[in-house]
């Protein structure tokens, strides 16, 4: 798409901001112990899990005649399984006419847990697969959890009634496993695997091993546009998480985009209102479930997301000439008010 014609949509949807992609992260308990993960995660956690009538209470204020026929609830966590009344979730989301999905690590994702979830309505799944077994286990921290994750994900793409994908989080150890994972995803059914980087957050920010090297980078690039120009039965796609230059178009289908409070939102679980769930949530909460109205804040606030130029005041957005194809980069990038992982300054960099 010519990139002006890209910008005026892209304005107009930040105008209308139509709420089309509900995350709800109803627990922060994990089977797992990731080394990526952001929220620091623990099987005991700090937060009980969110009571289902509250997070109701707050999808009930959205207007039946405001959602559109896209619109989806996913469930987030933590790891959602690990909540007793999941079936009961579901079915209530349902019965409210509303789609919804979840993201799993697999642990617990097996043929009958499949039944009885798309009995209770499931309509979208993304499993994590993060490298061949020793990269992926070391990764999830738990031995047997590429075995279980494949499982998961073999009994999901088998059904054609499940929108599903497998998400890959790439860094030093399994990039050069991703032609391999690639054969092995594409042979079980997969229809769509999407890649994705890691930022210096949560257990990440002290691990060198899980962010990329320029050079490395670009390896990831080149391998995702090699296999978008060979197509195939299994779509492969970069993430959207972030502005990649001369990628653009080349790893996606689209241009640069975040949606985050733009068309997503995000009820975390001590009931604060924002957009992706992997935001700064001290920085970028717009309210509580428990003190305003969840319709009122979406409507009214979300200014942070929706008018980016506070990102161009100092910093390395401030005089760079991608500010209008990029507007400073997927906002969970930002944290303490810096921008911590810049993809085009990677891009450009010199490899050594």
Not at 126 to 147: I, K, N, Y
Not at 160 to 181: A, F, G, K, Q
Not at 241 to 246: L, N
Request: aromatic share 10%; charged share 25%.
């Amino acid at each position: 798409m010519n990139r002006f014609l890209f910008r005026a949509l892209r304005d107009y949807e930040i105008k209308v901001h139509e709420l089309s992609y509900l995350f709800w992260e109803c627990t922060t308990r994990c089977n797992l112990s990731c080394r990526h993960c952001g929220s620091d995660c623990t099987v005991v956690s700090r937060e009980k899990d969110m009571p289902l009538e509250d997070f109701l209470g707050a999808i009930d204020t959205i207007p039946a005649k405001e959602r559109p026929k896209d619109f989806i609830v996913v469930l987030t966590g933590g790891e959602p399984l690990l909540r007793p009344d999941i079936e009961q979730v579901g079915r209530a989301i349902r019965d409210r006419g509303l789609r919804w999905g979840m993201v799993s690590n697999g642990w617990f994702y097996d043929e009958g847990m499949h039944e009885r979830l798309m009995g209770a309505g499931l309509g979208a799944l993304t499993v994590s697969l993060d490298g061949l077994e020793a990269s992926h286990d070391w990764m999830r921290g738990r031995p047997g959890s590429f075995q279980r994750a494949l499982r998961a994900i073999s009994v999901m793409s088998a059904d054609p009634r499940l929108n599903s994908d497998v998400v890959t989080c790439v860094n030093r150890r399994n990039l050069s496993e991703l032609p391999e994972i690639w054969a092995m995803l594409e042979s079980i059914g997969v229809r769509q695997w999407r890649l994705f980087t890691i930022i210096p957050i949560g257990r990440a920010a002290s691990d060198p091993d899980m962010r990329l090297e320029p050079g490395e980078l670009r390896q990831m690039m080149d391998f995702i546009a090699e296999k978008r120009a060979a197509g195939g039965r299994m779509r492969v796609t970069f993430s959207c998480e972030a502005f990649v230059g001369p990628y653009e178009e080349r790893v996606r289908s689209y241009r640069f985009f975040c949606h985050a409070g733009i068309n997503i939102a995000s009820i975390l679980i001590d009931g604060r209102i924002s957009a992706c769930p992997n935001i700064d949530r001290d920085a970028f909460a717009q309210g509580s479930i428990y003190e305003d109205n969840f319709w009122d804040v979406w409507q009214t606030r979300f200014q942070p997301f929706r008018d980016r130029s506070w990102a161009r005041r100092g910093g390395s957005c401030a005089e760079c000439k991608h500010w209008r194809d990029c507007l400073g980069g997927g906002l969970h990038g930002w944290h303490s008010g810096h921008l911590l992982e810049c993809h085009m300054a990677k891009l450009s960099a010199p490899v050594k």
